[in-house]
């Protein structure tokens, strides 16, 4: 298996309300050689979403603002362009249903908060393509 990073070719969108995490998940996004684009509440991210870019995966916090997450990997699922893109999900509630909710969403990972850096990094191994 290729190790080699993408240089900054892959484009992973990460949504989260909370700037601290924001900020974290975007260090071990970089970190693991990929280009992050942030959005700072639901709305940003859908229209990150529909604005053309490719994105290689996206990284949601299930509860923000405007727009929750697992709506927006509802509206990912009914377009053929984002249905492709994997989404890891993660969230700092405590309640089991939402892991059940996002993965009926179509989310490929739920991660909850707090997390380590290396259970990131490993999501990201697993499921988003470094072609």
Same mark, same amino acid.
């Given at each position: 298996?290729?190790e080699e990073k993408t240089n900054? @070719? ?5 949504? =989260? =309300?909370?700037?601290?995490i924001l900020r974290l998940v ?14 700072r509440d639901g709305r940003e $991210? ?9 994105? $290689?995966?996206?990284?949601? =916090? ?5 727009? !929750? ?7 990912? @699922? ?10 890891? /999900? ?13 993965? $009926?969403?179509? $989310? ?12 990131? !990094?490993?999501?990201?191994? /697993?499921?988003?393509?470094? =072609?």
């Amino acid at each position: 298996m290729s190790e080699e990073k993408t240089n900054g @070719q892959a484009h992973i969108l990460i949504a =989260d =309300d909370d700037p601290a995490i924001l900020r974290l998940v975007k260090a071990i996004v970089e970190k693991e050689g990929y280009t992050a684009l942030t959005a700072r509440d639901g709305r940003e $991210a859908y229209k990150l979403l529909t604005s053309g870019e490719n994105f $290689a995966a996206a990284i949601f =916090d299930v509860v923000m603002p405007y727009i !929750q997450g697992t709506e927006l990997v509802r509206h990912m @699922q009914s377009e053929k362009r984002l249905m492709r893109i994997p989404v890891i /999900m993660m969230t700092a509630e405590q309640n089991p249903r939402l892991s059940s909710e996002s993965f $009926a969403a179509g $989310a490929v990972a739920f991660l909850p908060k707090p997390f380590t850096a290396s259970q990131l !990094q490993v999501m990201l191994q /697993m499921f988003v393509r470094k =072609d």
